[in-house]
Nanobody, 122 residues
């Protein structure tokens, strides 16, 4: 599976962005999907995950209530709606695909997109 993330950019604190991740395969619906982020000099951290249908989701505490993960299997696309953005959300955001729902570690995902930069100014 090839993943292409997009939608990043520069936004002021309190603003919103929506990230998209398009998958190359029609079997997109077979995969659990996740979003991770990596700030400069830091580890790649878990942000959110969705099961194959989007009916089950899980979020990191730092984004709960502000970010929403969703997916459109007909379009082979994963989304991350980010609202009330904070400067500490600044990072490169990566989408990932795996076979098991619920993983919050990088090792739980088999395929990764190239990342999209999100910068939040104060």
């Amino acid at each position: 599976v090839q993943l292409q993330a997009s939608g990043g950019g520069l936004v002021q604190a309190g603003g919103s962005l929506r990230l998209s991740c398009v998958a190359s395969r029609r079997t997109f619906s077979n995969y659990a999907m996740g979003w991770f982020r990596q700030a400069p000099g830091k580890e790649r951290d878990f942000v959110a995950t969705s099961n194959w249908s989007g009916g089950r989701t899980y979020y990191a505490d730092s984004v709960k209530g502000r970010f929403t993960i969703s997916r459109d299997n007909a379009k082979n696309t994963l989304y991350l709606q980010m609202d009330n953005l904070k400067p500490e959300d600044t990072a490169v955001y990566y989408c990932a695909a795996g076979t098991l729902y619920g993983s919050r570690t990088k090792g739980g995902y088999d395929y990764w997109g190239q990342g999209t930069q999100v910068t939040v100014s104060s």
